[in-house]
């Protein structure tokens, strides 16, 4: 069983910039997470969908974040403009709607912002 | 708020020590409970999960701990070996699939 796909796996932008990054879920997963995670801190939440809906984006700073999920799939995760303070690894885990519900996660993309 | 803390922050140990890494959670009302290992650059590995009903969780030489009512989780591992050298993280699933994660203890185990 194929695992989490994410793109790309590094990027270095200069501030002011945008960047978007890609999310393939494991197949058949309903539920779809982006997490940040700052140099040694642990991952933060940003949104979570389930099918193409959001469940939970109360982290997500929408003046500059936004995400998307269409069809209930792939999601892509941008950022418009981007701050020095977004410089983070960007997570993506999916996850079914069983009753155990474990997050399975892809590899991350490391974003510099310079 | 859920606050979850890891201790030690980092750990240095010879190889074939037994060791004992500490999770905390201020709110006992979760889901379940789930231990990951990152590797430098990597995506995170889901180890060990631990239901809200269960007390412990075993894979291997890994040993996982739950006790509710106090907030407090342990990840055991025995004989280490230099690969297991990452970084352990652990996260309480808050209702609603909401993981809430500790800043991890970094793990070294020196041959």
């Known amino acids: 069983e194929a695992g989490v796909a994410q793109s790309p796996r590094y990027k270095i932008i200069e501030k002011r910039q945008s960047v978007a990054f890609w999310c393939n879920p494991i197949?058949?997963?309903?539920?779809l997470y982006w997490y940040q995670q700052i140099l040694g801190q642990g991952p933060k939440l940003l949104i979570q969908f389930q099918n193409n809906g959001v469940v939970d984006d109360s982290q997500l700073p929408k003046d500059r974040f936004s995400a998307e999920r269409l069809k209930g799939v792939d999601s892509t995760l941008k950022i418009q403009p981007a701050k020095l303070e977004d410089s983070a690894v960007y997570l993506c885990?999916?996850?079914?709607?069983?009753?155990?519900?474990?997050?399975?996660f892809g590899p991350g993309t490391r974003l510099t912002v310079t | 708020k859920q606050e979850v803390t890891q201790i030690p922050a980092a750990l240095s140990v010879p190889e074939g020590e037994n060791l004992v890494l500490n999770c905390s959670f201020t709110?006992?009302?979760?889901?379940?409970l789930q231990w990951f290992r990152q590797d430098p650059g990597k995506g995170l590995t889901s180890l060990l999960l631990?239901?809200?009903?269960?007390r412990e969780q075993t894979s291997g030489r890994l040993n996982a701990s739950l006790d509710k009512s106090s907030g407090r989780s342990t990840l055991y591992i025995a004989a280490s070996q230099p690969g297991d050298s990452a970084t352990y993280l652990c996260?309480?699933?808050?209702?609603?699939?909401?993981?809430?994660f500790g800043a991890g203890t970094i793990l070294r185990v020196k041959s």
């Open positions: 996260a309480v699933d808050e209702y609603g699939n909401k993981l809430v």
């Open positions: 631990i239901q809200s009903s269960q």
């Open positions: 709110d006992s009302a979760i889901y379940n």
């Open positions: 197949s058949g997963h309903a539920t």
């Open positions: 885990a999916s996850s079914s709607l069983g009753p155990i519900h474990e997050q399975y």
